[in-house]
């Protein structure tokens, strides 16, 4: 027990000041979105004035106006047939896609994607031959963690994709169209394999992965301090109303209600406030008794993810012709998922295919396999409930 108490501090403590280091080395671009309103204008002014009064770049300013010739560029503002309300409304809306192209560390943003890629690939393999085990899961989780957060940083993250994308609809009207597209990569990873990109790509999730099982015997089958599994019904609802307060937020006060607590900027401690760092030492505290607790409660991702992963194509299933009902699977499990599977529940909760419920089978009955999910007969764990569908 103490031993993992000393090992999740000084997995915090070297995540944090490592991820210090590696943010520094790859420079100054401030990845998050701006929401600021600060635009400078008078109606004497000319459009090249304008420009540079609110630090237009030339293609954004011949957006903004619809230039046809340099020359247009010495004409009034307002000799264009829009309104000041129009033309402020789209300035701003071109300046807030400005700021995201210049805000971004595009190398980055590539060699991730391609990690990724290659990363999960390996993963799906290991899955499907059923090599994912107590021995190398955790360093898996870490060198996910590692690589895709302390290394690589806190953006580009599933979570952001989906949080950003509200908070920049909701308070300048506009879509970031590399977002949308990080976005669709994500969820078809998801859809893929049952929620990949979380299980085994994001940094954050994997983060407190590796938490939990510090907290967990040599195989990784129960907590050495006690853990426990919150009902879905209780952790989806509360995740829900933070979607809800997230968008309304966003549309309402064009406020972004995560980013003082965002707990991926573990990967980017200097811009932590107080605030930050407490929210993230909760989380990442809670990590080693409740599985994911910023998944499962919070994240916008997750919900999302959550829903795509009822059509994803490779899934944890069991053969039912194998199993022995011995429920090994359900007390292994870290949340209540295969309990929910094997009790033929309607709600199936978000499955991270970490791999755990396969390697406790006794009988070898449950694999990583396409196709929809079959249910239990009928009693075969004392729930005799015919007529409830699986996903
Ligand atoms: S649900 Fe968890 S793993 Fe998925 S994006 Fe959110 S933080 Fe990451
Ligand atoms: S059912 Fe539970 S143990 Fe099995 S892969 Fe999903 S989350 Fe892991």
């Given at each position: 027990?103490?031993?993992a108490?000393?090992?999740?501090?000084?997995l915090?403590?070297?995540?944090a000041s490592?991820?210090?280091?590696s943010a520094r080395?790859?420079?100054?671009?401030?990845?998050?979105?701006?929401?600021?309103n600060a635009?400078?204008?008078?109606?004497t002014?000319?459009?090249?004035?304008?420009?540079?009064a609110?630090?237009?770049?030339?293609?954004?300013l011949?957006?903004?106006f619809?230039?046809?010739?340099?020359?247009?560029?010495?004409?009034?503002?307002?000799?264009?047939?829009?309104?000041?309300?129009?033309?402020?409304?789209?300035?701003?809306?071109v300046?807030?896609i400005?700021?995201?192209?210049?805000?971004?560390?595009?190398?980055?943003?590539?060699?991730k994607?391609?990690s990724?890629?290659?990363?999960?690939?390996l993963?799906?393999?290991?899955m499907?031959?059923?090599?994912i085990?107590?021995?190398?899961?955790?360093?898996?989780?870490?060198?996910?963690?590692?690589?895709?957060?302390?290394?690589?940083?806190?953006?580009?993250?599933?979570?952001?994709?989906?949080?950003?994308?509200?908070?920049?609809?909701?308070?300048?009207?506009?879509?970031?169209?590399?977002?949308?597209?990080?976005f669709?990569v994500f969820?078809a990873?998801v859809v893929?394999?049952?929620?990949?990109?979380?299980s085994?790509g994001c940094?954050?999730g994997?983060?407190?992965?590796?938490?939990?099982r510090l907290?967990r015997?040599?195989r990784d089958?129960?907590?050495?301090?006690?853990?426990?599994?919150?009902p879905?019904?209780?952790?989806n609802t509360?995740?829900?109303?933070?979607f809800?307060?997230?968008?309304?937020?966003?549309f309402?006060?064009?406020?972004?209600?995560?980013?003082?607590?965002?707990?991926?900027?573990?990967?980017?401690p200097q811009?932590?406030?107080m605030?930050?760092?407490?929210?993230?030492?909760?989380?990442?505290?809670?990590?080693?008794?409740?599985?994911?607790?910023?998944?499962?409660?919070?994240c916008?991702?997750?919900?999302?993810g959550?829903?795509?992963?009822?059509?994803?194509?490779?899934?944890?299933?069991v053969?039912?012709?194998?199993?022995v009902?011995?429920?090994?699977c359900?007390?292994?499990?870290p949340?209540t998922?295969?309990?929910?599977?094997?009790?033929?529940?309607?709600?199936i909760?978000?499955?991270?295919?970490?791999?755990?419920?396969?390697?406790v089978?006794?009988?070898?009955?449950?694999?990583?396999?396409?196709g929809?999910?079959?249910?239990?007969?009928?009693?075969?764990?004392?729930?005799?409930?015919?007529?409830?569908?699986?996903?």
């Amino acid at each position: 027990m103490r031993r993992a108490v000393f090992q999740f501090v000084s997995l915090v403590i070297a995540v944090a000041s490592l991820s210090f280091i590696s943010a520094r080395i790859w420079g100054g671009k401030p990845e998050g979105i701006s929401t600021e309103n600060a635009l400078v204008f008078n109606e004497t002014m000319t459009v090249a004035e304008f420009g540079r009064a609110n630090n237009l770049q030339p293609r954004f300013l011949k957006e903004v106006f619809a230039l046809e010739s340099q020359a247009d560029r010495l004409k009034p503002v307002t000799a264009f047939k829009m309104d000041v309300e129009q033309l402020l409304k789209k300035t701003e809306q071109v300046l807030a896609i400005q700021a995201e192209q210049g805000s971004k560390n595009w190398v980055k943003i590539l060699v991730k994607f391609l990690s990724w890629a290659a990363f999960l690939a390996l993963i799906f393999v290991l899955m499907r031959r059923g090599r994912i085990t107590a021995g190398n899961r955790k360093r898996l989780l870490l060198a996910s963690a590692g690589v895709f957060g302390v290394i690589l940083g806190s953006d580009p993250s599933p979570m952001g994709t989906v949080k950003d994308a509200i908070v920049l609809l909701g308070a300048k009207g506009v879509i970031f169209p590399p977002r949308l597209i990080a976005f669709l990569v994500f969820v078809a990873m998801v859809v893929l394999a049952n929620k990949f990109i979380c299980s085994w790509g994001c940094q954050l999730g994997t983060l407190q992965d590796a938490i939990f099982r510090l907290n967990r015997d040599s195989r990784d089958r129960k907590g050495l301090l006690r853990q426990y599994k919150v009902p879905f019904i209780v952790s989806n609802t509360v995740r829900a109303l933070f979607f809800v307060a997230l968008t309304a937020a966003a549309f309402i006060w064009s406020t972004d209600i995560v980013e003082q607590i965002d707990p991926f900027k573990i990967f980017k401690p200097q811009v932590l406030g107080m605030a930050g760092v407490a929210f993230v030492g909760l989380i990442l505290g809670l990590s080693l008794f409740i599985y994911r607790p910023w998944c499962h409660f919070f994240c916008p991702f997750g919900l999302i993810g959550w829903l795509a992963e009822k059509v994803s194509i490779y899934k944890v299933q069991v053969d039912y012709d194998k199993c022995v009902s011995c429920e090994a699977c359900v007390k292994a499990c870290p949340s209540t998922v295969m309990g929910a599977i094997l009790k033929r529940d309607r709600v199936i909760p978000d499955c991270f295919s970490c791999g755990t419920c396969m390697e406790v089978c006794p009988e070898g009955a449950i694999g990583f396999k396409s196709g929809r999910r079959a249910l239990p007969p009928p009693g075969k764990f004392g729930h005799d409930v015919a007529g409830k569908t699986g996903t």
